[in-house]
């Protein structure tokens, strides 16, 4: 079975100071090829601890694939530690240098002289050309394997991906199949509950499904590996049509959808204006709506935990004042043990009011929150087709 590890390289990343993005974009690239991921690495710009998970990565996958490590700098030590993994010594490639002083020149610049260093890879490399950056990427083959080195730049990356390692490994492995993924959203149901419900078919071998519980949501993946994508696509909605079978409550969207967008597309269907009023969030429901254009002015966050029983009046205040239909309120109070959270919900067929409590972590419990009460809303919306 073909299978490939990433290895993504940079103190930085491993500081947290910025975040691992690459990874993910491979991972996926590798998913859609029919690529077996065994294995990804974050690893600091060390040529030794580099070159030691390059060697044990070629004990088990017949493809690595580096990010990262390809700049100019003495910190950029990708192209010395696959040297190193492979016990051979680095070359300069006079071609590589001249396209690196071709990019500089049309960017109205000379090249410095650290930028030759872009130019040594490891002897007996494959260069890839970079015509996106100045950091040339490299393919170095071993009878069963083989690592790929790609710059660190996403823009560089996602580019070099699909032009140049997609077709290389298509060629290299004989590539035919496929391996696609279907995310169900769930929210308001707790994953033991979902777990009794799809128990057996989270046995099945392909295709496969998993749960993946976030706070107020969880997720069910279904993955499927054929030989073609139609063949994939045909499984995933074969085994998609039971799982909905099972689900009975909270499914509100899939894959890249979210409960916020579902929400305003409800309202925006039914001819419906809302607003909300969050307590003790953190600007939590603020940030969550904001990312799909609802009006800012007709969210009222306050900093402070509401009285349950002051809730519903500020939100009608809040309601009136903005001629809306429809208003969500969400009251959030945490305490030493526990977060208790108050949903106001009104409607012009009457209010509804419920409460819950969250046992998890406090920095968790705001999205929990939101969460909790967006699908709230979007029950009420689903349920309550004569709203007008």
């Known amino acids: ?70 700049g100019p700098t003495v910190d950029d030590p990708t192209r010395a530690a696959v040297a190193l993994a492979l016990g051979v010594e680095t070359e300069f490639r006079p071609e590589l240098w001249e396209q690196i002083q071709l990019r500089f020149s049309n960017y109205g610049r000379p090249a410095s002289p650290n930028n030759r260093r ?13 015509p996106v950056g100045t950091a040339p990427a490299f393919i170095c083959e071993t009878v069963n394997s083989c690592i790929i080195s790609l710059p ?94 099972r689900i009975q409550e909270g499914l509100y969207g899939v894959d890249h959808e979210t409960l916020e967008a579902v929400i305003l597309q409800l309202l925006r269907d039914r001819g419906l204006s809302a607003v909300m009023v969050g307590c003790g969030l953190k600007g939590a429901l603020r940030e969550r709506m904001e990312r799909i254009h609802f009006p800012a002015s ?38 030493s043990e526990k977060h208790l959270l108050d949903i106001t919900i009104i409607t012009p067929e009457g209010t509804s009011q419920c409460s819950r409590s969250y046992g998890g972590e406090r920095l968790l419990s705001n999205l929990w929150a939101v969460n909790t009460g967006l699908e709230m809303l979007r029950r009420k919306l689903v349920e309550g087709q004569r709203i007008s």
């Not at 872009?118 to 970079?130: E, K």
């Not at 966050?301 to 969400?330: M, R, S, V, Y």
């Open 1 to 70: 079975m073909l299978t490939a590890e990433i290895i993504a390289i940079g103190t930085e990343l491993l500081l947290g100071e910025i975040q691992d993005t690459n990874t993910r974009y491979l991972a996926r690239s590798l998913r859609d090829l029919g690529v077996n991921i065994y294995r990804a690495t974050l690893v600091g710009d060390n040529v030794e601890r580099i070159a030691q998970v390059i060697r044990e990565a070629m004990g088990r996958a017949q493809i690595i694939i580096t990010s990262g490590g390809l």
């Open 118 to 130: 872009q130019a040594w890879i490891p002897a007996g490399a494959i260069p890839i050309r970079n």
């Open 152 to 245: 660190g730049v996403p823009r560089e990356m996602e580019y070099l991906t699909q032009t140049v390692v997609i077709p290389y490994l298509r060629d290299r492995f004989q590539l035919t199949g496929t391996i696609k993924a279907r995310v169900l959203h769930v929210a308001g149901v707790g994953e033991s509950t979902i777990d009794e419900w799809i128990e057996d078919l989270e046995t099945s071998s392909n295709p496969t499904v998993g749960l993946l519980a976030h706070p107020g949501q969880v997720d069910i993946r279904i993955t499927a590996k054929a030989d073609t994508l139609a063949e994939a696509d045909q499984m995933i909605a074969q085994m998609e049509a039971r799982v909905r079978e």
């Open 298 to 335: 007709s969210i009222l966050e306050l900093d402070q935990t509401c009285n349950a029983e002051d809730l519903p009046a500020k939100l009608i205040e809040f309601q009136k004042e903005h001629h809306a239909q429809i208003a969500l309120g969400i009251n959030l109070l945490t305490t």
